[in-house]
């Protein structure tokens, strides 16, 4: 089944305390991306990837890094989050072509 | 720049009637256009797209969207909809930058 897996999906920690999102998928695809949702702001995306070894920011880069050694894995670390930094995070990949992303279940951050 | 407008926060509507969701976007290049909903608790799921030919895209479960050049347009339209229809509706596009941009949403909100 082709799909985008997340991890966690729920995750509360404190101020300063680094912490890695992780992201895969098996569908093979070039591109991936993080977008963080807020309330009212919709999507805003934060950091993507065209492929191994290849990233860019986003809108909202501020506080988050990426990588990408693999291809089927693009993981968001915030080395030291702030509550400012609380909402709901996807990652998503697609080929390049643009057909149309496919979405992870999300992970919802509470900092506090 | 380019932008996804969606100038409806909120579409309430009863049940079996019409809905038309609005999407305007600003882009001096070709773009692909997608419409995407959430359910709640859940990730984006991919809805429609339009990538080249007919204007015209429909979706398995009865939405429809009419890409508009001219108007730079991307309506998501169902003649009757249903209480599981009750969802975000994301509009987005992609273009040659690589990036997927998203409005802000429409929360659809379909009443007995």
């Known amino acids: 089944e082709a799909q985008v897996t997340q991890n966690p999906r729920y995750l509360i920690t404190v101020t300063g305390k680094k912490l890695t999102v992780t992201c895969s998928q098996n569908?093979?695809?070039?591109?991936m991306s993080w977008y963080r949702q807020d309330p009212g702001l919709g999507l805003r995306q934060i950091y993507y990837s065209m492929n191994v070894e290849v990233t860019d920011k986003g809108d909202v880069p501020e506080g988050y890094k990426v990588s990408r050694k693999e291809k089927r894995n693009f993981p968001l670390i915030l080395e030291s989050p702030s509550p400012n930094q609380t909402s709901l995070y996807f990652c998503?990949?697609?080929?390049?072509?643009?057909?149309?992303?496919?979405f992870g279940q999300g992970t919802r951050l509470t900092v506090v | 720049a380019q932008s996804v407008t969606q100038l409806d926060s909120q579409v309430p509507v009863f049940e079996e009637a019409p809905v038309e969701l609005r999407c305007n976007y600003s882009?001096?290049?070709?773009?692909?256009l997608f419409w995407y909903v959430q359910y709640p608790n859940q990730g984006l799921q991919l809805l429609l797209k339009?990538?080249?030919?007919?204007?015209l895209v429909k979706s398995i479960n009865g939405f429809e969207a009419e890409f508009n050049k001219s108007q730079t347009s991307f309506h998501l339209r169902k003649p009757s909809v249903h209480i599981s229809d009750t969802a975000e509706y994301f509009c987005?596009?992609?273009?040659?930058?690589?990036?997927?941009?998203f409005g802000t949403g429409t929360r659809l909100k379909v009443l007995a």
């Open positions: 569908m093979n695809h070039e591109y």
């Open positions: 339009y990538l080249s030919g007919s204007t």
């Open positions: 998503a990949s697609s080929s390049v072509g643009g057909g149309g992303a496919f």
């Open positions: 882009s001096s290049v070709s773009v692909y």
């Open positions: 987005a596009v992609f273009s040659g930058t690589y990036k997927y941009i």
